[in-house]
């Protein structure tokens, strides 16, 4: 039941965003993300969203879209 939440959570992200998880090879890190993304052209809103991101390793999309919903609608940790 746990996985379906995940997945949920990862197609409410704007699409941009799912697009850019969806290249990602895992594991990764913050700096990671934010270079690679930086070097393909990511948008600035963008990047300042993944930037917000914490600063630890992550897994799975899934992972990275959970900690970006605590971003977007302010769930505590």
């Keep these: 039941m ?3 939440s995940k997945s ?3 197609k ?3 699409l941009e965003i799912q697009k850019i998880l969806n290249n990602m090879d895992f594991p990764i890190n ?3 993300i934010i270079e690679q993304e930086r070097k393909s052209g990511a ?3 963008i990047l ?3 930037g917000m991101l914490p600063d630890k390793n992550y897994n799975s ?3 990275i879209a959970k900690e970006l919903h605590r971003i ?3 769930i505590p940790s």
């Design 43 to 45: 948008i600035p809103d």
């Design 48 to 50: 300042r969203e993944l």
């Design 72 to 74: 977007y609608i302010g």
């Design 2 to 4: 746990e996985t379906e």
């Design 12 to 14: 409410e992200l704007p």
């Design 8 to 10: 949920i959570s990862v």
């Design 61 to 63: 999309i899934e992972d």
């Design 30 to 32: 913050r700096h990671d």
